[in-house]
Structures are given as structure tokens and as C-alpha cells.
């Protein structure tokens, strides 16, 4: 063969091996986080679906339970090794706060308009609960939250179950908790439990989250939901990345997303109030008045306030 032609033989190689090589699939790197949450699945999951689709390749393995038994899963993870969540999305600041002290989350956050009152250097609220009253048709529903003692046999969640019903507690205080006992309150364990006592009629009235008691009227349950004076109590859920996760990127790209416009935009269209101005979220009355704890200042107090709070109803 002459030296031409096998010049050219072993061009023609080389440019089959080239072209072999760039035409294999690219693949991409596949990660994974972990979240703890104790928001529902209603809301949770189309969060997760929508991050997902944004994020190819990012798998997102959940942990969903209540209040109490995800303060029971932390501190199981801290006693067996270390915290195994990612990110942590919790439903108040005082719980997400505890974290913060052990030095399981924190020490970042995304930039966004989310607004300071419900920013930390260590956490972002992204979700909002609202503790509203509920009555049974027939009833008189509080004109303000003093009156629901008042209000026939009435039904409140247990704060150390939900975080909206211990951010009720820091912001009614003890006594007010004492004056609806005396009056022949109960003890229930969910907001979603005393939304169904006060629609079977079980109870006559109760204190749970707007979700809840709006849903509930949705579907044809006898019952008024009332926003009483000085207003609902807002309580934010803050998302928190782990510092000792070893998908940082991962984590804080979750984070980053949840506070976004689009992010936010699904937490509101999938039951939850959405933390960003302006982004509709579900059923609320125009002008509906809204109060809020001093978080900063009841940080330091949620055991004690919790301990109070027992000598009240027990346990």
C-alpha cells in the first residue's frame, strides 16, 4: 500500500473513532437530598414534582410526619450519628429555631423578597398557617378570641403535636389557654381533628388552621370560619439546609427554589399561603386581620411556655 494511502486510511479512522465517540449519549450525574417536613402531602409533593421537573436528575427522598414526631426523628438522627436530612421545612420558626441552637441547620439562606420579619440568617419562612376559629352553623362565631370561650364546648390542638397550635400558644399565652379550660375545653391532637369533631358536631367550636376549616366548608361540612380580633395568628414555616449535608449544592438549589417566584407560586396553588408578596395563595378574606408572635423574643421560652401549657391540659 503506498504511503499516501495509508495516510489516508488511517485519517478515515481516526475520524470514525472520533465521530464513534461523540455520538454516545451524554449522561447526566445523579443526586440526591433529603427532606424533613411536617407539611403535608397536599402541598409537599407538587412542591417536590416541580423541583424535580426544574432540576433534571435531582431525586428528593422525603421524610413527612407532625410537629412531634419530627422533633422525635432529629433527635433519634443526633443520637445515632447525626442529623440525615438535607434540608429541613418546618411548620414555625420556634421549632426550626431549636434546630438552629443544636448547630443541626442554618448558617445560609437564599436571596429573596420574602419579607425580614419572616427571614433569619439561618432560616426563610416559605409557607404561612393561619389559627382561625370554627364554629358550628348555629353557633355564634367569636367576634374576637376571648369570646370562644364562651362558645359551647369547644376543641384546641395540642402544641407540642402542631407547630400551629404551639404558635398559637406563644402568642395567647398560658392564661388564656387556663380561662378555656375552666370553661370546659378540650384537648384534641390535630388541628385537622378539631375541624372534623366541630363538623360532626362533636364539638361546638374550636381553634384550627384556614386550610383546614376552609376546606372543610368547601365540601359542604356545616360549619363558619371566622378570622376573631385582634386577628388570625400567623404562624411561618422556614426552610433550613443542613450543615452537615453532603449534597450542599443540591440542598441549597431546594432552598433557592421554594423561595422563588415559581417555587412559591406552587406552594400557593397547592393549598399553602405563600410567604412572597403578591402570590395568590388559598381562601382569604379581604382585609382579614392577622397577628403574629414576637419569635425572637419566645425563642429562648418555648419550654417553659410548653411546660406551663401542661399543667393546663396535661401530658
Not at 97 to 111: A, E, I, S, Y
Not at 216 to 232: D, E, L, Q
Amino acid at each position: 500500500m503506498s504511503r499516501g494511502r495509508r495516510g489516508f486510511t488511517a485519517l478515515a479512522v481516526g475520524l470514525l473513532l472520533l465521530t464513534t465517540g461523540c455520538s454516545q449519549p451524554a449522561t447526566s450525574r445523579s443526586e440526591s437530598i433529603t427532606l424533613y417536613t411536617c407539611v403535608n402531602d397536599t402541598t409537599v409533593q407538587p412542591v417536590i414534582s416541580a423541583f424535580k421537573a426544574a432540576n433534571a436528575g435531582a431525586e428528593v427522598q422525603l421524610f413527612r410526619a407532625p410537629t412531634g414526631q419530627l422533633n422525635a426523628r432529629v433527635a433519634s438522627d443526633v443520637r445515632s450519628g447525626g442529623l440525615r436530612a438535607d434540608v429541613i421545612w418546618a411548620c414555625d420558626p420556634l421549632t426550626m429555631q431549636d434546630f438552629v441552637t443544636q448547630g443541626l441547620v442554618g448558617g445560609w439562606t437564599p436571596q429573596t423578597d420574602i419579607p425580614e420579619t419572616m427571614r433569619t440568617p439561618d432560616y426563610v419562612g416559605i409557607a404561612l398557617l393561619y389559627m382561625v376559629a370554627i364554629t358550628r352553623k348555629g353557633q355564634p362565631a367569636p367576634a374576637n378570641w376571648q369570646q370562644l370561650a364562651n362558645a359551647g364546648k369547644v376543641a384546641v390542638p395540642d402544641p407540642k403535636v402542631a407547630a400551629s397550635a404551639l404558635g398559637a400558644l406563644a402568642y395567647f399565652g398560658t392564661d388564656f389557654y387556663a380561662d378555656l379550660k375552666s370553661k370546659g375545653a378540650v384537648q384534641v391532637s390535630t388541628p385537622d381533628d378539631v375541624t372534623t369533631g366541630v363538623a360532626q358536631g362533636v364539638y361546638d367550636a374550636g381553634m384550627t388552621i384556614a386550610n383546614s376549616a376552609y376546606a372543610a366548608a368547601k365540601s359542604g361540612s356545616p360549619v363558619t370560619v371566622s378570622w376573631p380580633k385582634p386577628g388570625a395568628v400567623a404562624i411561618f414555616g422556614p426552610v433550613a439546609v443542613s450543615k452537615a449535608t453532603e449534597n450542599r449544592q443540591l440542598a441549597q438549589d431546594f432552598a433557592s427554589y421554594v423561595t422563588s417566584q415559581e417555587g412559591q407560586t406552587v406552594i400557593g396553588s397547592s393549598g399553602s399561603y405563600p410567604t412572597l408578596p403578591n402570590v395568590p395563595g388559598p381562601t382569604k378574606p379581604e382585609n382579614a386581620p392577622t397577628v403574629q408572635p414576637d419569635w425572637k423574643t419566645l425563642a429562648s421560652e418555648k419550654a417553659a411556655l410548653l411546660k406551663d401549657y401542661a399543667t393546663i391540659f396535661g401530658g
